[in-house]
């Protein structure tokens, strides 16, 4: 009956659609109850309350939300453990640590957190983590830390699938590596990938437009000035360069394409001439 009054409760308000819920997230933002300042933030908190059947403020009782993840308030894991029956024995609460005894039916736990034993942890010697600084901020987290892990232990459902906000502290400050450093080849790959743009506009030349006839990007009769096969005739990034400064592969592969012969026998001779060089030089 308590679930079917919640999902009443929330349902009051007139939320029809997913633009609903991304105006009301914005406007959650924009009171500054819940810590965010990112209107995606909103929009999830807006979700979660629409989809659990909680109200707002049940929310802000319970939860957090902290660099993108909804973490459980240690004192709300310790009063949902109490309701259900679970009862809690103080050991130790000072600046030097938390040892409780959980009891719930037949199933005791005894949870600690005790600053000899952390002081190497990361999220104690973390620079940016001032949380354990000052003995009674260091109280209060060994205390948030020892609740969350003997409710977890003893009596889960209090505790929902999430963590504290201390323990996703730990999670957020392990996502905050650097990206990755280019390769050093970098430059090498773009060339790479210039290169061998090249080679597709040789071997797949734009085609000309002529209505009348059977496009031809190589018939260079149009031309009134006498041919000069010792360039490219194809149309592309190539066009009009000489043999000569073109790599032997691009030779190689203009052989291979539709073009008149004396172009054919001009690369056939520049080639040729690069075999020739190349073996006097290994001869020598």
Not at 41 to 62: L, P, R, V
Request: with cysteine; hydrophobic share 35%.
């Amino acid at each position: 009956m308590k679930r079917e009054t919640a999902i009443t409760r929330a349902d009051a308000l007139p939320i029809q659609s997913m633009g609903d819920l991304h105006e009301i997230g914005k406007l959650l933002v924009q009171t500054d109850l819940f810590g965010t300042k990112n209107p995606a933030d909103g929009f999830t908190i807006a979700c979660i309350c629409q989809q659990s059947g909680i109200t707002f403020a049940e929310f802000m009782q319970n939860f957090h939300f902290i660099k993108g993840r909804i973490s459980k308030r240690a004192d709300a894991m310790q009063a949902d453990f109490q309701k259900a029956g679970g009862v809690i024995e103080i050991v130790q609460r000072d600046e030097e640590g938390t040892v409780i005894n959980l009891t719930l039916d037949k199933t005791k736990y005894t949870s600690r957190c005790l600053w000899k034993e952390i002081q190497g942890e990361p999220f104690v010697t973390n620079p940016k983590d001032q949380n354990y600084k000052t003995p009674r901020k260091r109280m209060q987290m060994m205390w948030a830390r020892a609740i969350s892990d003997g409710v977890r232990v003893v009596y889960p459902a209090a505790v929902q699938g999430v963590y504290t906000p201390e323990e996703t502290d730990d999670f957020a400050e392990a996502d905050n590596t650097p990206p990755p450093k280019p390769l050093p080849d970098a430059e090498a790959s773009k060339r790479t990938q210039e290169h061998a743009q090249q080679v597709i506009a040789v071997v797949s030349p734009p085609p000309c437009e002529q209505p009348d006839a059977e496009p031809d990007p190589f018939d260079l009769a149009r031309n009134t000035l006498p041919p000069d096969y010792s360039i490219c005739p194809i149309e592309g990034s190539l066009f009009r360069m000489k043999w000569t400064d073109m790599p032997t592969e691009h030779l190689n592969i203009a052989l291979t394409l539709k073009m008149p012969q004396p172009h054919k026998d001009a690369v056939a001779e520049v080639i040729a001439t690069r075999q020739s060089a190349s073996g006097k030089g290994a001869g020598q």
